[in-house]
Structures are given as structure tokens and as C-alpha cells.
């Protein structure tokens, strides 16, 4: 399948003039997002996410490296019209009704009538915004109310790529959950979805593949399903006896962690440090508490991934 998205050594570097120092932004990011697929890009804040995305749309110029997008670079003026952005957080007139922000926005392009005024009522029913608020002015909506109008304004040129920038962020259960049945839907509609999220369980659910950058450096990609394979087990033991060396032995097998008094919980990642964990303990006359069956998570990944780098 065509790249919808390559990027080739993308880096971006800032001075702070305060501190005399150099910072590096974004440092020589190489990645490929195909066409028709949502993509997760992850990382903690300032790990150089919305560097990125803002480099692809042109808003700002790399330092170093390059990036095309449909096929032509990014920043191109045509390529533009087939993009669309909705950044963490979203700033209309207040002034404005919901219809009227994206009437605004479909003029900006150019789109005539009577297209325009079909593609508003469209892309405000895609979103599952109630008809009657349609005309209420932006300053009564909620949160969720106006993540819904910027992802309808985002929908409003039939964008054949989106960029979306925590679109679910600090919503209540139900438009949480609704927003992101929405964003999954996009795939459907042959669009690629270039999705910047701490959602780690909604990025779970709706991407095929994620990448996983921190402080600037791309560390991890790949699909999902072949991230999180595997099990672990959790381990809960007690005992006084364990402190008589026996400790010393488990942290050879599996991480541990303080449970409370005298009790501790393991982590092994096979059945042989289970069975080994197991025998130990019992050996010295110590109790197995629990022994629960752990499904990796996307979140499992990303913290072991990021940890490795140093918090």
C-alpha cells in the first residue's frame, strides 16, 4: 500500500536564548504512514508530537530533513487542500454559531453553493451534534460540544488526511466514547488518520500502528497486535521467611515491588519464572498470596518502552 505520509530525518532544533543551550525538538525522525490506516503517535508532553505534525502541515520548517505527503512535499499549497488539522485545543469566535463556523471554513475553500451549505449540515450530523444547538453561539457549547464542531470543521473539505491532536481530551464517558467511534469511523471512509493521543486505551482500540517518540526520538514502531503479544503474571507473596535471602534470589527472576508488610508482588514473563518464583517460596515456607494472568496492554508498552530511555 502507497505512503500516505513519509518523513526522512526530520529534525528541528530551537535555541533557548535564556539558557544558551540548544534544544532539539525533533531529532531525525524517519517513519511511513499508509494510506487508509489511523496511526498512533505517542508520547509524554513535550516529546516533540505537535513539533511534528506542524512540520507536516507547513506551519513551521524543519532544520534538517524532509517529508512528503499524498506524494508531494510537505507544505506544498495543492497537498493542503487534501489536509486537515484539529490541534488539542480549539479556538473559534464565540460569537459564531456552530453552522456559521463551518459555513466560515468551507468558504476559506471556496466551496460554492449549493455543495457548501450540504456539506455543513453533512459534517455537523457526522459528528452527532444535536440539531438544536446548530445555532447557538460557540460560547454555550460545552467541551464536548466544541471538540465535535472542530472535528466537523475538520471534515469540512473532505480531507483525504487528517491530523488530529487529542481529540478526546477531557471529555465526559459518553462523548469520549462517542468522539472516538467517530474518529474510527474516518477509516471506513478510505481516510488516514494521523492520531496524536494520551488515549492509550482508545488508541488501542482504533489504530492499526502506533510509534512511539520521546524527547524527540522516535522509539518504537510497529502494529499493535504484534506490541502487545505476550502474557505476564502477577505474583502476590508473603511471608517473613522471605527476608531471609530469598528476596536476593526472586529479583534474579522477575521485577518486585513492596505489597505491604512482609508481601511482595512479582512480575515474570514466562511459565519457566512462575514455576521457578513458585518453588522458592514455597521452599522457605512462604504463602502465594495470588497468581494472576496479565494481558499486555498498549500502556504496558509504552511505559517499559519510555523507561528504558530514562523518565
Keep these: 500500500m502507497a505512503a500516505a505520509i513519509s518523513i526522512q530525518g526530520l529534525t528541528k532544533k530551537y535555541v533557548d536564548v535564556l539558557q544558551k543551550q540548544e534544544i532539539v525538538a525533533v531529532n531525525n525522525l524517519n517513519l511511513e504512514v499508509e494510506e487508509g490506516e489511523i496511526f498512533g ?27 512528503t505527503i499524498l506524494g508531494k512535499p510537505m507544505g506544498d499549497n495543492n497537498v493542503k487542500r487534501e489536509l486537515a488539522y484539529l490541534p488539542e485545543e480549539t479556538y473559534f469566535y464565540d460569537s459564531m454559531t456552530g453552522r456559521e463556523i463551518l459555513d466560515f471554513y468551507a468558504s476559506l475553500f471556496r466551496i460554492p453553493e449549493p455543495e457548501k451549505s450540504r456539506r455543513v449540515k453533512i459534517c455537523l450530523e457526522k459528528v452527532r451534534l444535536q440539531p438544536e444547538a446548530w445555532d447557538r453561539n460557540i460560547r454555550g457549547y460545552s467541551k464536548g460540544m466544541r471538540q465535535r464542531t472542530g472535528i466537523a470543521q475538520a471534515l ?75 502474557e505476564s503474571t502477577e505474583i502476590i507473596v508473603q511471608g517473613k521467611e522471605l ?30 519464572k512462575v514455576t521457578a518464583i513458585i518453588d522458592i517460596v514455597r521452599g522457605v515456607k512462604a504463602k502465594v498470596i495470588s497468581l494472576v494472568p496479565h494481558k499486555r496492554t498498549l500502556e504496558d508498552v509504552f511505559v517499559e518502552t519510555v523507561r528504558k530511555e530514562g523518565v
Design 243 to 272: 527476608n531471609n535471602g530469598t528476596l536476593d534470589k526472586l529479583k534474579t527472576i522477575a521485577p518486585i515491588e513492596d505489597h505491604g508488610p512482609d508481601t511482595y508482588r512479582l512480575s515474570p514473563d514466562d511459565d519457566e
Design 41 to 67: 503517535f505517542l508520547g509524554r508532553n513535550g516529546a516533540g508530537k505537535t513539533t511534528t505534525i506542524k512540520m507536516l502541515l507547513g506551519l513551521i520548517f524543519p532544520t534538517a530533513g524532509d517529508a
Design 156 to 230: 469540512i473539505n473532505d480531507p483525504k488526511v487528517l491530523f488530529l491532536d487529542e481529540p478526546t481530551s477531557g471529555l465526559d464517558p459518553i462523548a469520549h466514547a462517542e468522539l472516538r467511534d467517530i474518529v474510527a469511523s474516518l477509516k471506513d471512509e478510505g481516510k488516514t488518520v494521523f492520531l496524536s493521543s494520551h488515549q492509550l486505551a482508545d488508541v488501542e482500540i482504533i489504530c492499526s500502528r502506533v510509534a512511539i517518540i520521546h524527547r524527540g526520538k522516535l522509539l518504537k514502531v510497529g502494529k499493535i497486535k504484534d506490541l502487545v503479544a505476550g
